[in-house]
């Protein structure tokens, strides 16, 4: 077997465990993701699979039986919608252990799974061309729909609050009472903004306690980097389904548009760089409204403003919330990078306010029009 140094230690005793076939001869280091470890294996024979080896990282994601439990509950609800042809090319594959588990845990506590790897297949890490933009509306459009009638309490929150501005913004508020690292008067106009936000930015949490959103089964991170796209770079599978759990459909759709719509990068330093590319925006609403439309409520359809709204407000208080408690969570390449990440969210947050009208426009006419093409 062809190792490199950075393959783990222990990685042919970790395989051993996993119902896999054939025979593997080449590890390597696989991907750009900064939570879990990954590992392409190399099968010998081509008419076997590829697999890919993942520790999972159990200080972010503490409930792993859980987790694994979501995947293949969500996993196996799409591929009952499909042939088994295209079920083992377009929905992740788990492999499980011999004796039917989907991880393994090595005596130095640490949790591996393994997947079929999907061969033939490409992901990009930035949206540079409206027709990506729609393949990734559909992507994530078309997943939302395919699991809107499994029930989402079957589903645990694997990070607990992980988007619940409410409780953000209570660490926040705490990071600002304790100060520990003296920069509280540095930042007043950033808290001056957000302060004037709080309760509108609540708004999606309130609709679903008064119980005018339904709790849907959401991928939360939905990055264009976790769609695979297929040689026509045309969408085929979702990826990384971690964050997968209960939660309201403007949560996908304001995370992706907050990393798709902005023409420069999440920290830049000249903030007048920082404007919205409204064609791309306008591409991924048509692409996902396309494969959601006939599920959605129109009051859900409404609530996506909320969440184009509530993303770059979300990140910039998490990264100010860092800065105030001397930039112990986000990784850092210099020391007012967190402040410097805070003030382009709040510019981009800026440019969207001043925009909401017509992007609200957009999400209505297309509703409007997709609506009545299906009529």
């Known amino acids: 077997m062809n190792l490199n140094h950075q393959t783990p230690k222990n990685v042919e005793t970790i395989i051993d465990r996993f119902n896999i076939e054939g025979k593997i001869i080449e590890i390597k280091a696989f991907g ?8 392409l294996l190399k099968n010998e024979n081509d008419s076997y699979p590829d697999y890919l080896l993942q520790r999972i990282n159990h200080s972010i994601f503490t409930n792993v039986p859980g987790l694994m439990k979501n995947i293949q509950l969500v996993t196996d609800h799409l591929k009952s919608k499909l042939s088994e042809a295209a079920a083992a090319t377009e929905v992740l594959t788990i ?11 090595d005596e130095e506590g640490n949790y591996w799974r393994i997947f079929h790897f999907i061969k033939d297949t490409n992901s990009y890490d930035l949206v540079e061309k409206e027709v990506q933009a729609n393949e ?8 939302q729909a395919m699991l809107a009638d499994l029930d989402a309490s079957l589903l645990i929150e694997p990070i607990p609050n992980f988007l619940n501005i409410e409780m953000r913004l209570n660490r926040f508020y705490q990071a600002l009472e ?23 930015m609540k708004t999606i949490l309130k609709l679903g306690r008064e119980g005018k959103l339904p709790l849907r089964i959401t991928h939360n991170d939905t990055k264009f980097n976790n769609v695979l796209l297929n040689k026509n770079d045309e969408v085929q599978c979702v990826i990384d389904l971690d964050t997968v759990m209960p939660g309201f459909v403007a949560y996908d759709f304001g995370d992706a548009i907050r990393t798709i719509i902005n023409s ?3 920290d830049e330093k000249e903030l007048d760089k920082i404007k919205l590319n409204i064609p791309l925006f306008e591409a991924y609403t048509i692409g996902y409204l396309r494969e959601a439309c006939h599920f959605l409520t129109d009051i859900e359809v409404e609530s996506l403003m909320h969440g184009v709204l509530l993303f770059p407000y979300m990140q910039a208080v998490r990264f100010l919330t860092d800065y105030l408690e001397d930039d112990v969570y986000y990784k850092i390449s210099f020391k007012e990078h967190n402040l410097q990440r805070t003030k382009a969210q709040i510019k981009l947050l800026k440019e969207i306010e001043a925009h909401a009208t017509q992007l609200s426009s957009i999400v209505n006419t297309v509703y409007s029009e997709i609506k009545s093409e299906v009529a």
Do not use: C
């Open 32 to 39: 750009s993701g900064h939570i879990n470890d990954t590992y």
């Open 95 to 105: 492999v499980p252990l011999h004796r039917g588990e989907l991880f393994y845990k």
């Open 136 to 143: 990734g509306g559909k992507a994530f459009g078309r997943f």
């Open 178 to 200: 304790n100060d520990s690292a003296a920069r509280k008067h540095i930042v007043t106009e950033e808290i001056e903004y957000i302060n004037a936000r709080t309760e509108q």
């Open 264 to 266: 420069a990068s999440e």
